[in-house]
């Protein structure tokens, strides 16, 4: 049956219209991932910009990711594990046991890698004392102590990126702070990709530094109430910086529960908080969720830009990006909460398939079944994969124009008319956008993103240059819309979320 199709062209100032028919085939198809592709249909039609092709990255970038060793991240893993415990309120005096003799390591370890960086990477060793809350899994009072590179941006040093890998480990008691508790894969795992990432980086910022900052941090306290990342986060927060990412990794080891079955060796998930985590006006969450942009909270953003420089660069990487719309795991937490909580967007990796017989749990065979989160149970090769897509991310984004502000739509255009001198143009369904241009030297322009509503990714996008403002002949009801600013080196920043103001608000 022919179908007739209606779409806007832009002459001048104004819209006209012209028509195209089509015949519409019925078909039902499915993925390499089993899952269906008609979900969201073949709507809305796309009448203006490009389908949307996942950027690409420089052979530079490409090639720091290659230097990801497996080997290195697995004796950093081992090493930890040797310490026999990591909680955070364990022994601080033994120079080979405990959480004490660990952050010394680490610090020796981290000093060691920065160097070739010949000062570029800042080091250092921020504690407070943690009281003790015995029901969170504290008995006694400890130091909570961060082992962290501050990377200064050469454009824009406030603007902040922050990697984060909690270091501290704990026993299916939370309070016992003395018995063995070797945390291999969660959390040794990530940060064994903190340090491959410092290692790697080091030569590159002495002589290329990133256009904005850069701080991986290997935070403590996590497993008895978020308490490094919380300091940290707080600290950022008091110092007005603009983090505009955290990238918190959390049982990063394996792909496939032991022993290594294939399963999803190549896949990480990447847990992206909605609107609940939002710290803005209430009224403003509400308009988020009463026009359908719940999904496109700037931690979702963050996930799907993930999900696009991955996909860009996977033949590399060797891996896909599952981006989740939950917070974190069900009824899991994490330490990107406590940057979620200071306002920042934030993310959450962790491995596609979760071994619940090796996590939280004492060493022992038990019934002649193993427990126990120790080394045998982390696939190298996978957490180096996983190190890759977190590089490839940070670098890539640091060294990207600053996410667009100030995105917002029309309220009077494409809207029902409000008296009988509404003018005929306002009558068109389509949607005219705003957005404040910024005088950043990275930005080459500004591209609109679009997706249908039933889409997780960006579908098309449409290149506006620096304009401020543009309309396009997509009905509001059906596509959500994003910005988002591209350099002159190609790199973009994730996307932004519009909000409606009054057609007067740029003049």
């Not at 028919?21 to 078909?27: A, H, I, K, L, V």
């Not at 930890?80 to 004490?100: E, Q």
């Not at 696009?308 to 909460?337: C, Q, W």
């Not at 749990?361 to 079944?369: A, M």
């Amino acid at each position: 049956m022919a179908t007739t199709r209606i779409f806007a062209c832009f002459l001048g100032a104004s819209l006209a219209f012209a028509q195209d028919t089509y015949t519409f085939t019925p078909s039902i198809s499915f993925g390499s991932n089993g899952f269906a592709n008609w979900g969201a249909g073949t709507w809305p039609p796309a009448s203006v910009g490009e389908v949307l092709v996942p950027q690409s990255t420089d052979s530079e970038t490409l090639s720091l990711l290659q230097q990801m060793d497996p080997a290195r991240i697995q004796t950093t893993i081992q090493t930890l594990v040797n310490f026999g415990t990591r909680h955070t309120a364990s022994v601080t005096t033994s120079p080979t046991r405990g959480i004490g003799a660990a952050r010394i390591w680490l610090m020796n370890e981290v000093t060691e890698l920065a160097k070739p960086s010949n000062g570029m990477m800042n080091v250092s060793m921020p504690c407070y004392l943690q009281a003790a809350v015995p029901r969170s899994g504290m008995p006694i009072a400890a130091q909570v102590c961060n082992v962290q590179v501050e990377i200064k941006g050469s454009v824009d040093a406030n603007r902040t990126y922050v990697y984060t890998g909690h270091y501290d480990s704990r026993r299916l008691n939370n309070s016992d702070y003395t018995g063995d508790a070797p945390g291999a894969d969660d959390n040794a795992s990530a940060v064994a990709i903190a340090l491959e990432m410092i290692r790697i980086l080091a030569p590159v910022v002495a002589k290329t530094p990133p256009a904005a900052s850069i701080i991986i941090a290997t935070v403590s306290g996590e497993e008895q109430g978020l308490y490094g990342s919380n300091f940290l986060a707080q600290t950022l927060k008091n110092a007005s910086r603009n983090v505009q990412a955290n990238f918190n990794d959390d049982i990063v080891g394996s792909g496939s529960n032991a022993p290594f079955s294939p399963q999803n060796q190549h896949t990480i998930r990447v847990f992206g908080a909605g609107t609940d985590y939002l710290t803005i006006n209430s009224s403003i969450i509400k308009e988020i969720i009463s026009t359908g942009y719940q999904d496109d909270t700037p931690s979702r953003h963050l996930g799907r830009y993930i999900q696009e420089v991955n996909a860009g660069a996977s033949n590399v990487t060797e891996m896909d990006v599952a981006l989740i719309y939950k917070p974190d795991r069900f009824f899991r937490g994490g330490d990107h909460e406590s940057f979620l909580s200071a306002g920042f967007p934030a993310v959450r990796f962790t491995e596609p398939q979760e071994d619940f017989y090796h996590q939280h749990q004492d060493p022992r065979v038990q019934d002649s079944v193993t427990y126990g989160d120790e080394i045998e149970y982390v696939d190298f090769e996978y957490t180096a994969r996983v190190g890759k897509v977190n590089l490839l991310s940070l670098w890539s984004i640091a060294n990207a124009p600053a996410t667009p502000s100030n995105f917002t739509y029309d309220t009077n255009i494409g809207f029902l008319a409000e008296s009988l001198d509404t003018p005929p143009s306002y009558l068109e369904n389509i949607i005219k956008l705003y957005w404040d241009v910024a005088d950043d030297p990275l930005l080459d322009y500004y591209e609109v993103v679009w997706r249908p509503m039933a889409s997780q990714q960006w579908t098309h996008t449409l290149n506006v240059g620096l304009a401020n403002t543009t309309i396009i002949p997509v009905s509001k009801d059906n596509a959500v819309f994003g910005l988002r600013a591209v350099g002159k080196d190609g790199k973009k920043s994730p996307a932004t979320y519009t909000l409606a103001v009054a057609s007067q608000y740029f003049g």
